[in-house]
């Protein structure tokens, strides 16, 4: 299936935006009241399972906490110690643990956990490598730990790319299949892996620990440096590092950074960022940073869930409440603003426009055409003159030779040609980051263009009405 994608910029002038300011939307229900008697240090999200780690209390045992539709249900390992990172398959009954004595602990669908090897210090994060990895053989697992990054191929460990000479803090796949790895290191604090060999990115801070990293589907990296105590978030563009966060509360600190759709999410024990009162989290919209939720304490790790219909921000750490409800160690957090997808008449000649994923501020929007062939093209409106309800113009109009049935279902503003590969495709538009288009409108479909012995003629989808939302 081919990608196609177009800037949203071109096509959203005078669009009427919402610009009054919105709670994060927090979902006490969605995780249950939590995990009660524990402290966490991770969480993972992968579809809806949920899969937490730290350390049980009173009595010191090894923590991992699966969360299915009936619930939590405590799957801890037998043992004493804490869980600092956790990952899991699609299958949520295969789960890894990276403990702080440096074991790797793994469990089959079956319950049974055991050893499949140890690192050096504390297993601070496990990933495994996605489809999508360029780097890491799909389907492998990846752990940070205090002498680099290592990769199990499930028979055995061996140190990426040769080892990194240093202790890791954090690991992330790139949207385009890279590894990269945060922390401290002969080269810098930032490292990449393609496949054969690591290179270094800029340091955000020249000497300084990289503690947390992430990236955003649309290529910028965020990062959170430790020198003798915060040392400041930054942001990296492809090219330099800006800093985006400069001073936390007095004795606090971060202990994650995540990348959502618009910006980043900050987690640790502070309460204020930037001179901004926050409660443990807080988030960056591109322009400032702004309190989520009030945690009753710290707030350890965040992982954003990127579902298509229904992305949300899962939290773990040591807090009894949220917002003053019982959550018990993990909170999950929604839309501010939840965007939409709505078809807009019919297609003809069997071609269909759908949207794939919640259209969201500083996000890819995405959608499924149809029937396409060489001489497709993808049609943006104009949200100055498109009003509804539209009256469809029949594409004869434009085109003589068209089908009667055929209709162009958005005002036309912008027109990109698609490079075809494939009868059904998955159309890409980068909205901006720019808050003031939360609750704007974004209208498009798709058409091809074929020249017969009778004229021009065009066959259409359907019409797309694509309301942004925001997280």
């Known amino acids: 299936m081919q990608n196609h994608r177009i800037l949203a910029s071109l096509v959203l002038v005078g669009a009427t935006a919402i610009t009054s300011a919105k709670a994060q939307t927090y979902l006490p229900a969605a995780l249950g009241t939590g995990v009660p008697s524990t402290q966490l240090f991770d969480v993972a999200a992968i579809g809806a399972f949920r899969v937490a780690a730290g350390v049980n209390i009173p009595n010191g045992q090894i923590g991992v906490h699966l969360f299915a539709d009936a619930g939590w249900a405590d799957i801890s390992p037998p043992g004493i110690g804490v869980a600092l990172s956790v990952a899991s398959t699609a299958f949520a009954g295969n789960v890894f643990a990276g403990i702080d004595t440096g074991d790797v602990l793994a469990r089959d669908n079956l319950g049974n956990w055991t050893t499949i090897g140890t690192l050096t210090g504390n297993v601070v994060g496990l990933e495994i490598a ?33 080892g990194l000479g240093g202790p890791a803090s954090s690991i992330v796949f790139t949207a ?105 989290i807080a988030k960056f919209d591109g322009t400032g940073w702004n309190a989520v939720a009030t945690a009753s304490q710290a707030v350890s790790a965040a992982e954003f869930a990127n579902d298509p219909a229904d992305p949300r921000l899962v939290t773990a750490g040591s807090f009894l409440t949220m ?30 426009l759908t949207g794939a994923n919640m259209p969201l501020v500083g ?35 434009i085109f003589p030779a068209s089908d009667p049935s055929c209709m162009l279902n958005v005002v036309p503003a912008f027109i990109g040609t698609i490079v075809v590969t494939s009868q059904t495709m998955t159309l890409e538009i980068s909205i901006p980051r720019t808050p003031t288009l939360a609750g704007t409108d974004l209208f498009h479909q798709t058409a091809v263009i074929l020249s017969t012995t009778s004229g021009l003629s065009a066959s259409s989808s359907n019409g797309v009405r694509a309301t942004i939302g925001m997280f």
């Not at 996605?130 to 028979?155: K, M, Q, W």
């Not at 409800?325 to 807009?344: D, I, K, Q």
């Not at 959608?367 to 594409?395: C, E, G, K, Q, Y």
Request: aromatic share 8%; proline share 6%; charged share 10%.
């Open 323 to 352: 917002n003053t409800t019982p959550a018990n160690s993990v909170a999950e957090f929604g839309t501010t603003l939840a965007g939409s997808t709505t078809p807009l008449g019919v297609g003809c000649k069997s071609m269909t």
């Open 363 to 397: 996000a890819i929007y995405r959608s499924t055409a149809t029937r396409m062939f060489n001489a497709a093209v993808h049609i943006m409106a104009d949200t100055s003159t498109m009003t509804l309800p539209f009256t469809p113009i029949p594409m004869s109009t």
């Open 176 to 280: 385009d299949g890279r590894l990269l790895a945060g922390g401290l290191f002969p080269g810098g604090s930032v490292a990449q892996f393609d496949g054969t060999s690591w290179t270094f990115l800029p340091e955000p801070v020249a000497g300084a620990t990289v503690n947390a990293i992430d990236e955003t589907e649309t290529g910028r990296l965020v990062a959170a440096v430790l020198t003798t105590g915060f040392g400041g978030i930054f942001e990296f563009d492809g090219t330099a590092w800006t800093q985006i966060a400069t001073t936390i509360s007095s004795g606090g600190f971060i202990a994650d950074v995540v990348a959502v759709p618009g910006g980043y999410v900050a987690v640790g024990g502070m309460s204020s960022i930037d001179g901004i009162t926050v409660g443990n």
């Open 130 to 162: 996605p489809a999508s990895s360029t780097s890491i053989a799909p389907g492998n697992l990846v752990a940070a730990h205090g002498a680099g990054v290592d990769e199990f191929n499930g028979v055995s460990w061996t140190p990426v790319g040769g």
